[in-house]
């Protein structure tokens, strides 16, 4: 026997009933993002190899450790994208939406890649939800996104979430406070060996290690809110002030970086409750040299991204019940046929509707009407078709009436509408 294929290690299919509550959760990050004024953008998987080398840092795990990298048939090298935003600000500025004053605001759904050790909350395809704000550095827009960020977490129900926050300053501020992280790096012995590495190269990216004895080494590091430069500071405490105003509870975290080198100024991550280890629901911040970086102008950016893989393992249950539907159960030729004319002319009608292709027993039929969680059954035989008659069975109660073969899909349309009004259905 040939043995069956398997899905990539990290990847995982999404099947039903579970991607009907994916679509839910999108559906109300949309209604959210509209809110908002956020417009959709959808971008390709993949992207240059260069784009992300130059705008996330080649010291940083992503780019050095994670990136499914390949060249295609013409050598181009290509990666399937580990991220969003360099993306966004790829699409942005090569279709001009940087042109024009003012903010401009977008959101985009979809899976990423990282290779990555998978584990529990940790795959290496994995999906984010991710808004970017882009044009603008006043603190009130930061403000905004973390408010809309709350918002989608809340308008989905998860509780238990802490906001943490920190300030990474300016490339100025990080001068200084690289010449001070630099010496107390020096002094210390014990960090690991990419670290050692890190500290060369680019000693912010210490800061992000994952080993425990580093973490631990760091606690007596040198802060960045002690580096930060004057219109850094005043940006900063701006935010503080206008989440306390909103009643927005915060942890200002002053270790907090992120795992990707073009943050700058206010940088922060939402946690959740339930989730284990890989407790970050979602985590974002600004990038005001991004879009330079990219060969645009000198324009800033601010945006998030909500790990939906992590958010959907957390999410309530919720009493989403499906469209009411109907199954047309059919006993003998003559009624199926009958039966699988009247399908089209229910789904014409707006109406979710089912057959059984099988051609079984009433009884496996009904069965077959159960699991698919119909409201009604129309049932047709022989004896009914000469009367010119059906009888329709509600499935909760089991009450039955006689209705008229003729138009029959208009008065289960009216009798669905009814129902729905009075919240049977
Ligand atoms: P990042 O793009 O690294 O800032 O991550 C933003 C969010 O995406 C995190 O807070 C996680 O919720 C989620 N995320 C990042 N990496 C993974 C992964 N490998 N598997 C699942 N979710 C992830």
């Not at 509600?394 to 109660?397: A, F, L, S, T």
């Given at each position: 026997m040939t043995d069956t294929i398997r899905a990539v290690r990290g990847m995982k299919d999404l099947l039903p009933p579970e991607s009907r509550r994916w679509q839910q959760v999108e559906a109300v990050s949309r209604e959210i993002f509209a809110r908002y004024g956020y417009q959709e953008i959808r971008l390709p998987l993949l992207e240059r190899t260069e784009l992300f080398a130059r705008s996330i840092g080649a010291d940083t795990d992503i780019v050095a450790k994670e990136m499914y990298t390949f060249t295609d048939r013409h050598g181009d090298s290509l990666t399937l994208?580990?991220?969003a935003t360099a993306q966004v600000v790829r699409a942005y500025l090569e279709n001009g939406l940087h042109l024009g004053a003012g903010v401009k605001k977008f959101f985009t759904i979809g899976p990423m890649f990282r290779y990555e050790r998978p584990q529990k909350g940790r795959y290496r395809q994995f999906h984010q939800i991710n808004g970017e704000a882009l044009g603008v550095d006043v603190p009130e827009l930061d403000v905004e996104v973390i408010l809309l960020l709350l918002d989608i977490l809340k308008h989905l129900g998860l509780r238990d979430l802490e906001l943490l926050i920190n300030s990474l300053g300016c490339p100025v501020c990080q001068v200084d406070f690289k010449a001070r992280l630099t010496i107390f790096l020096a002094r210390r012995e014990g960090w690991c060996d990419d670290c050692l590495r890190r500290r060369a190269a680019n000693p912010l990216r210490v800061l992000d290690c994952k080993s425990q004895n580093c973490q631990a080494l760091l606690m007596e590091a040198p802060l960045l809110r002690d580096c930060l430069d004057d219109d850094c500071r005043r940006h900063y405490d701006r935010v503080l002030e206008l989440l306390s105003r909103f009643g927005v509870p915060y942890t200002e975290q002053p270790r907090l970086v992120r795992g990707l080198d073009y943050y700058t100024r206010t940088a922060f991550e939402v946690t959740a409750g339930g989730l284990g280890a890989q407790d970050a629901v979602a985590g974002g911040g600004r990038y005001n040299g991004l879009v330079k970086e990219l060969g645009g102008p000198d324009l800033p950016g601010i945006g998030f991204a909500i790990g939906q893989d992590r958010l959907m393992e957390i999410l309530p249950e919720q009493d989403s019940p499906a469209p009411p539907r109907i199954f047309l159960a059919a006993l003998g030729p003559p009624a199926r046929e009958t039966a699988f004319s009247l399908l089209r002319e229910l789904r014409r009608q707006g109406l979710a509707a089912e057959f059984d292709f099988q051609d079984r027993s009433l009884k496996a039929q009904l069965s077959l009407a159960n699991r698919l969680g119909a409201s009604f059954t129309v049932i047709l035989g022989d004896r009914e078709l000469a009367q010119g008659r059906v009888l329709v069975r509600?499935?909760?109660?089991g009450e039955q009436q006689t209705l008229p073969l003729d138009g029959l899909a208009a008065a289960l349309a009216a009798l669905i509408a009814r129902e729905k009004d009075e919240h049977r259905v």
């Open positions: 994208r580990p991220e509600r499935m909760d109660g």
